[in-house]
């Protein structure tokens, strides 16, 4: 889990959502190969993510779409898409499994490649402080991350 307090200034929290009201927190940057229309449209690929996301096992829909439906580490979230502007900004909001998680991206073209940058923000139904399963959901988040960021350096 990160401090809140690196939060990148430029991610559009929905409100209930910022770092300050999660249970757990995640914040991942890297700069990867190649351009940032690339980074977004293997990110958006959502029929390809049983492929390469750890724990993702269907999705409901071949196309990125506003809202729909992905079964992940066992379990059914709903993702309803807040952000979506090609190729600088997306995020989404995930419901199931007894969490609530929005996962912000930004994608910024720098020499060398692109800068991506995602973070997670995710909300339990269990009181923040009787929450013990924040740890738990940073280290799945982290694998997650470093997944997809394999994906996109393979990618160049």
């Keep these: 889990m990160h401090d809140i307090s690196d939060s990148h200034p430029d991610i559009h929290w929905p409100s209930g959502f910022t770092p300050t009201d999660a249970h757990s927190f995640h914040r991942a940057r890297a700069v990867v190969p190649g351009p940032a229309h690339r980074a977004f449209a293997l990110i958006t690929d959502v029929a390809r993510w049983t492929i390469w996301v750890p724990g993702c096992e269907e999705v409901s829909t071949d196309v990125f779409a506003e809202t729909f439906e992905v079964r992940w580490a066992g379990q059914r979230f709903e993702v309803f898409v807040g952000e979506n502007e090609p190729p600088r900004r997306l995020g989404w909001l995930g419901i199931g499994g007894g969490v ?7 994608f910024t073209e720098v020499e060398g490649g692109t800068e991506v940058v995602v973070e997670n923000a995710v909300r339990t139904g269990a009181p923040k402080s009787l929450d013990t399963m ?12 470093l997944a997809q960021l394999a994906k996109l350096t393979s990618q160049a």
């Design 134 to 145: 924040s740890h738990a959901w940073a280290e799945q988040l982290n694998d997650l991350w």
């Design 100 to 106: 609530q998680l929005y996962q912000a991206w930004l």
